[in-house]
């Protein structure tokens, strides 16, 4: 057993499952639509209480609603959304909704199911075989499509073609077994998504329609009728940001729904979003996790950024990564086990991620000066949550009594410590970040170094980021 986009893959199917078109009617096994199969096993997650969305996070009481009355209503559906909300992976997790196992005829090309053949191949066969139709079984894993709308993106690539092989081989070119079929016909009784649809030119579109529609494709003027049985989802940009084209009118009426999604509403949702998707090669703990979330928010609502574009759930992980990497570079220069990181790997993140946004026009030179204001305004809100109602007079008068602490890249957390007397502001400094005194020193050294850069930002100290490689010194 495998996951895959949170849809468990299994390997063989049950050896107890029917093996003929014969032994699945006498189990009395009955066709039924994709949109049905769909719409029932939803309703059974909602009665019993179980997660339909594995891995989603933040959508429970504004996406997800509207996307299973869409599914239940039968419809095809449009996300449309900003970059990274998440639509891809919401899509990919209705797989999770099919059947886990279904009867396909043993070598069709389309999947079509043993009692219900629908090219002419398939049921020539059915009909020389009868009760003896081989039977395969196709994993619900298998039965999602995905494919990314490029400029390239021909007709034959999403409906067929006619291959010019099988007329080499003797048939005619009148022959419907001469079509090799494209993508959406071979998603038969499954789900196609169609990634960034608005890229697709214009007459790339159109050869959708009658799949749409009449749920049939048309090949180079071939007579052909398909009862095709998918359910299409498509994912977008909003028509006012990209530049790239557009869903024509026709092919968006034939969508029964279309889904807005959007970016974490709350703090605490963005952080289990990097939780979730953030490669941590180090220990970043929740308070910085909070910082990075907070200064996504605060690029969201900066008036610098270009808000059309948008600023990706990526750039959160990314920036959480980026973080913990400074962390683990620490540990390998000096020494320091675990890898821990503390405010001062913050620092690395608007320079390596800065190309990952794009700016307002005038805004440029400037980008490093935003970004960096934004972080530093998410560190000090993180660390007012954290540090209300605690007085923390006494650190500043250590420091300002000499006690100087110097923090870097080459700074372990054993002596940003020692730096310190013993106070008894530390250890509830400490206590509110959910350090135990127990705990390694690169942990507690990440509690204190908050209280000072707050204490900086909060201009209570000052702090000399010219020491000696690379180092930051707090002082009075």
Known sequence: MRSVSGVTVAN????????????????????????????????????????????????DKTVLPQLERALLAGHDVVLLGERGQGKTRL????????????????????????????TPRSIRLAAELGDDLPVAWRHRSERYTEKLATPDTSVGDLVGDVDPVKVAEGRTLGDPETI???????????????????????????????????????????TLRLPLDVLVVATANPEDYTNRGRIITPLKDRFGAEVRTHYPTTVA??????????????????????????FVRNLRDSSAVDQRSGVSARFAVAAAETVAAAALRRSALIGEDPAVARPIDLEAVPAVLRGKLEFESGEEGREQEH???LLRRAVSETARDRFAGLDLRPLVDAVVDGNLVATGERVPGSEVLSALPELPVLHEVAARLGVEPTDPPGRIAMA?????????????????????????????
Do not use: C
Not at 16 to 36: F, I, M, N, S
Not at 282 to 290: D, I, K, Q, R, T
Not at 449 to 473: I, M, P, Q, T
């Open 12 to 59: 063989t199917p049950p050896a107890a499952l029917p093996r003929t078109a014969g032994e699945l009617r006498e189990q009395g096994h009955a066709p039924k639509g994709v949109k049905t199969e769909i719409r029932e096993n939803l309703l059974a997650a909602l009665r019993a209480g179980r997660d339909p969305w594995p891995g989603i996070l933040g959508f």
């Open 91 to 118: 899509a990919r997790t209705l797989a999770g909704l099919l059947d886990e196992w279904t009867p396909v005829i043993e070598g069709s090309e389309l999947g079509e199911h043993p009692l219900e053949p629908i």
């Open 180 to 222: 090799h079929f494209g993508l959406v016909p071979r998603a038969h009784r499954g789900v196609v998504t169609i990634n960034e649809l608005p890229d697709l030119a214009e007459r790339i579109q159109v050869a959708l329609l009658n799949v749409m529609e009449e749920r049939d494709i048309q090949v180079r003027g071939y």
């Open 269 to 294: 949702a963005e952080v289990e979003v990097i939780r979730q998707e953030a490669d941590l090669v180090a220990e970043v703990g929740e308070p910085l996790l909070e910082a990075l979330a907070r």
């Open 371 to 373: 970004l960096t204001h």
């Open 448 to 476: 204190v170094e908050l209280a000072l850069e707050y204490l900086y930002l909060g201009r209570k100290l000052a702090k000399d980021s010219e020491g000696a490689g690379g180092a930051a010194v707090y002082g009075p």
